[in-house]
T-cell receptor, first 114, second 116 residues
Framework: DGGITQSPKYLFRKEGQNVTLSCEQNLNHDAMYWYRQDPGQGLRLIYYSQIVNDFQKGDIAEGYSVSREKKESFPLTVTSAQKNPTAFYLC?????????????FGPGTRLTVT | AQKVTQAQTEISVVEKEDVTLDCVYETRDTTYYLFWYKQPPSGELVFLIRRNSFDEQNEISGRYSWNFQKSTSSFNFTITASQVVDSAVYFCALSVSNFGNEKLTFGTGTRLTIIP
C-alpha cells in the first residue's frame, strides 16, 4: 500500500530535550512538508522540501530543523529552542502531475513536552 | 499575503439535515487553487476537492457540493443529508502555486458535529 507513515502516533518528552519525528512516504512524491497544528487553529507550515538535499523554511521554522537525504524521508527535529513544542505535527507530500499538485497527509504525531 | 477565513468555529446539526461550511479567501494572485480537507478524530487530513481560480463551475460529488464564487472570494462546502460519519473538522485552504513552489494557507477549521 502506498502512503505516508508518521511514527510514533504519540510522543512524550521532557523539556530541554531534542526530539525527532519520522516521516516516510512510498508514493514517489518529490515534495514533502511539515505542518504544526494547535488546538482551534489551522495548520501552519514549518519546513518544506521540493528535492533531495534541499529544503526551505516555512512560516514558523524557528526551533525546528529538517533533513532530506532521501526522497522518501523527511524527518523533523524539534529542538530545545522551540518555546512551545507541544502540538500535533503533520507531514505531507505531493507530486506535480498534469500541472496539478495536491498534498496528501500522514496520520500525524502528537508531541507532548512537559 | 494569502489569508483564509472560516468564520464558523463549530456547527452542530441533526442527522439528515443539510449544512454549509463557509470559506472566504484573500489573495492578490490571479492564479490560485482552493482546497477542502476533512480531519476526522483520527487526525489525518483527507483531501476532498481542489479547484483552480479559472474554473468557477460548481461541483457535486455524492452528498458533497462546492460553490466557488470569485465575485465574493468564497468557496463554500455543502453536505446534503448529513450523516454521523461526516462529523469532523473541515479545513479550507488556499495555494498560489508557482509550479513547484507551492505553499498551502489554511483556515482555522470548522468543527462539524452531526447529532444522531
Amino acid at each position: 500500500d502506498g502512503g505516508i507513515t508518521q511514527s510514533p502516533k504519540y510522543l512524550f518528552r521532557k523539556e530541554g530535550q531534542n526530539v525527532t519525528l519520522s516521516c516516510e512516504q512510498n508514493l514517489n512524491h518529490d515534495a514533502m512538508y511539515w505542518y504544526r497544528q494547535d488546538p482551534g487553529q489551522g495548520l501552519r507550515l514549518i519546513y518544506y522540501s521540493q528535492i533531495v538535499n534541499d529544503f526551505q523554511k516555512g512560516d514558523i521554522a524557528e526551533g525546528y530543523s529538517v533533513s532530506r537525504e532521501k526522497k522518501e524521508s523527511f524527518p523533523l527535529t524539534v529542538t530545545s529552542a522551540q518555546k512551545n513544542p507541544t502540538a500535533f505535527y503533520l507531514c505531507a507530500s505531493s507530486i506535480m502531475f498534469a500541472g496539478r499538485r495536491e498534498q496528501y497527509f500522514g496520520p500525524g504525531t502528537r508531541l507532548t513536552v512537559t | 499575503a494569502q489569508k483564509v477565513t472560516q468564520a464558523q468555529t463549530e456547527i452542530s446539526v441533526v442527522e439528515k439535515e443539510d449544512v454549509t461550511l463557509d470559506c472566504v479567501y484573500e489573495t492578490r494572485d490571479t492564479t490560485y487553487y482552493l482546497f477542502w480537507y476533512k480531519q476526522p478524530p483520527s487526525g489525518e487530513l483527507v483531501f476532498l476537492i481542489r479547484r483552480n481560480s479559472f474554473d468557477e463551475q460548481n461541483e457535486i460529488s455524492g452528498r458533497y457540493s462546492w460553490n466557488f464564487q470569485k465575485s465574493t472570494s468564497s468557496f463554500n462546502f455543502t453536505i446534503t443529508a448529513s450523516q454521523v460519519v461526516d462529523s469532523a473538522v473541515y479545513f479550507c485552504a488556499l495555494s498560489v502555486s508557482n509550479f513547484g513552489n507551492e505553499k498551502l494557507t489554511f483556515g482555522t477549521g470548522t468543527r462539524l458535529t452531526i447529532i444522531p
